[in-house]
């Protein structure tokens, strides 16, 4: 079922600040910020080869990355996301083996534009898990 890791995530309190330190101290290639007000997060991403870091910044109220960034205002890993060929097999298979999946069950559009499911951290070694339709 799970497929290769499509990327990394950093929640941010400054997007433009982490996206500088990515361009200018480490020498990466970053994407223009895209707001996705379906996830409550702006998200820029750089690839690095091998797999992409997304970098995720709040956006508006209630943000689900609000809470996490309370907690470490510096920043930190929020999630990492791997590649399934078919997410709602994968889904199923997942709650029939007792895991939790995030929200109302149903993907949602991520910021590549395919279907994506977020699964519940207390379920995989306390590391929030996205899915994303390859
Ligand atoms: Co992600």
Redesign the pocket.
Known sequence: MLGRL??V?IAVPDLAAASAVYRDTLGARVTEPQALPEHGVT?VFIDVGNTKI?L?EPLGEGSPIAAFLAKSPSGGM????YEVDDILAARDHLKASGARVLGDGNPKT??HGKP?LFLHPKDFQGTLV?L?QA
Not at 78 to 81: A, E, K, R, S
């Open positions: 499509n990327h995530a998200v997304e995720l929020h999630h990492v996301c991520g910021a994506v996205e994303e």
